[in-house]
């Protein structure tokens, strides 16, 4: 019986200090906030309520009510100040009037008030609205409203070049600035003044079906907020204001960059090949020509129409072929390709160009003079062509890289790029390649009697007596940083000094009882023994 007994006091004593430190931690209680009112402007009573909604881009929705009726107002009028323009726009009791839904015991205004197509508001501008009412000669007051004109759900920006190259209108985007698209497009527009001998400004509106400009374009209405209002939609607001700014629109089915390259270059050439004869094939090449990246795609497109002989004929290639529109692209640039790759990129721009010394010479005879053959040959030269390693060189290059040197003065089969000079680098060197030339003939098919092969087995080196392979490097150790220091406790849950020194007496408590309860059962022992 004494035995248990020491134990379940021990047990007791053990669990005491555990408890005192199981207590719950107090937390900090967040305070409830307090709804603060918005003051109501210092506006006379019977002015019961009014707002405003922009119904973009065709409407603006004007909420007005006043408590009193319709026969006790003198005067109602909606002055709005846009900003930016000299002269606010006006509205008179008499355009008012007609929107009173309500005329006794009071008045209610729910005036819509579209937007003029041929004089829209400016883009994103803010509109400082008033309404002034007149009850009598002594009697009168007003109520003022702001909002944007702006899209609701995409943020468009107006962005300017401040070198007065490219200006833009496009969505708000964190990866795609108006910055990184001129740094995108200026390399290329300066490659056009210089093979144009021009210098051109562009303003693009740039938009793709995950951001449209005008939401106009996708519905048929524009709908208030409660659906209470449907206002009929209008193209031409937006389209009107578009051609205020001076903006072309470039609307891409995939990115908003897909257009914004063929659309500079067609606008530098096109003034240069008003009076040409040049045929739509060359044309269309050489603007694809200024397309950054690899075009591997265009060379393989005509390899695939080779081997089936469906390529285009040349006659075929002057006239664009919409049904088969890839491989037309793609035969264009391969067949302009081909001549740069004979003549250099500055000849071929020179021929382009279409200067005013050269503006007179047929396109014929500019290319027997340039290659130094019929264009007649030109498809079936490319034939053989497309399948060497000249052309898969040829379709790995862009214009953008170090100038092509002219050429010699009579054309030959000279490689493309052109050779790069020996520079001393840490690089292999490279071992010569076979040109394919003249006509490509099947391998022989070889024999059905086997041959002995001889198979050269590789000998071992033996080592010599005593090597042993060197011991390999101990791993370096990462180096481990040193643990964040967890922040000072604060506030309500911070541990004191007192709640330490109780916790040692305690501890200090329950070894003393232990000690005595050990002495006791000790003792009991050795007195029965």
């Given at each position: 019986m004494s035995k248990r007994l020491m134990i379940c006091l021990l047990l007791l004593l053990i669990t005491i200090p555990i408890r005192g430190q199981e207590?719950?931690?107090?937390?900090?209680?967040?305070?409830?906030?307090?709804?603060?009112?918005?003051?109501?402007?210092?506006?006379?009573?019977?002015i019961y309520d009014w707002r405003?909604?922009?119904?973009?881009?065709v409407a603006v929705y004007f909420f007005l009510v006043i408590d009193r009726p319709l026969t006790a107002i003198q005067d109602v009028r909606l002055v709005m100040i846009v900003a930016d323009e000299a002269t606010p726009r006006i509205?008179?009791?008499?355009?008012?009037?007609?929107?009173?839904?309500?005329?006794?015991?009071?008045?209610?205004?729910?005036?819509?008030?579209?937007?003029?197509?041929?004089?829209?508001?400016?883009?994103?501008?803010q509109v400082e609205y008033e309404w002034q009412v007149r009850l009598s000669e002594t009697e009168t007051t007003s109520v003022t409203g702001v909002f944007a004109y702006q899209h609701p759900n995409i943020t468009w920006i107006l962005d300017r070049d401040p070198q007065n190259r490219l200006d833009l209108l496009m969505p708000q985007l964190h990866n795609l600035t108006p910055t990184i698209v001129r740094q995108r497009i200026n390399p290329i527009i300066d490659r056009l003044s210089q093979n144009t001998g021009t210098s051109q400004r562009f303003r693009f509106l740039l938009e793709n079906p995950d951001y449209v400009f005008d939401p106009c374009t996708n519905q048929r209405t524009i709908t208030s907020r409660d659906n209470k209002i449907d206002v009929p939609c209008d193209v031409s607001i937006l389209n009107n204001l578009l051609t205020r700014l001076g903006y072309t629109r470039l609307t891409s089915q995939t990115t908003l960059l897909d257009r914004i390259i063929p659309t500079i270059a067609e606008a530098f050439y096109a003034p240069l090949w008003v009076n040409s004869d040049f045929p739509e094939w060359f044309k269309q090449g050489i603007l694809l020509m200024y397309a950054p990246g690899d075009k591997q795609y265009f060379l393989d497109a005509v390899k695939s129409a080779?081997?089936?002989?469906?390529?285009?004929?040349?006659?075929?290639?002057?006239?664009?072929d919409e049904a088969r529109a890839v491989l037309w692209r793609s035969q264009s640039y391969v067949m302009t390709l081909y001549m740069a790759q004979r003549i250099g990129f500055p000849a071929l721009f020179d021929i382009a160009r279409n200067d005013t010394t050269t503006a007179s010479i047929p396109f014929l005879q500019r290319y027997q003079n340039a290659m130094n053959a019929s264009l007649d040959a030109l498809l079936p030269t490319i034939n053989n062509w497309i399948?060497?390693?000249?052309?898969?060189?040829?379709a790995s290059v862009t214009i953008y890289g170090d100038p092509t040197p002219f050429p010699s003065a009579t054309p030959s089969e000279t490689p493309f790029p052109p050779t790069p000079t020996d520079t001393p680098t840490n690089t292999a060197t490279p071992t010569p390649t076979p040109t394919v030339t003249g006509v490509l003939t099947a391998t022989p098919i070889p024999s059905r009697t086997p041959t002995n092969t001889v198979v050269v087995t590789p000998s071992i080196t033996p080592r010599p007596a005593g090597f042993?392979?060197?011991?390999?490097?101990?791993?370096?150790?990462?180096?481990?940083?040193?643990?964040?220091?967890?922040?000072?406790?604060?506030?309500?849950?911070?541990?004191t000094t007192d709640s330490g020194v109780l916790v040692s007496v305690v501890l200090g408590l329950a070894l003393i009882g232990l000690s005595v309860l050990f002495l006791i059962y000790w003792w009991t022992e050795r007195k029965s023994s």
């Open positions: 207590s719950p931690t107090p937390t900090p209680t967040p305070s409830r906030p307090v709804a603060t009112s918005t003051p109501r402007p210092d506006v006379p009573d019977y405003e909604e922009v119904l973009y881009p509205l008179e009791f008499a355009d008012v009037q007609p929107a009173a839904t309500v005329t006794s015991p009071f008045t209610e205004f729910n005036l819509v008030w579209r937007v003029p197509p041929d004089n829209p508001l400016p883009l994103n501008a080779s081997r089936t002989n469906t390529l285009f004929t040349l006659e075929q290639m002057n006239t664009f399948f060497t390693i000249q052309a898969t060189s040829a042993r392979d060197p011991a390999p490097p101990l791993p370096t150790l990462p180096r481990t940083e040193q643990p964040t220091p967890f922040p000072s406790i604060e506030g309500d849950i911070q541990a």
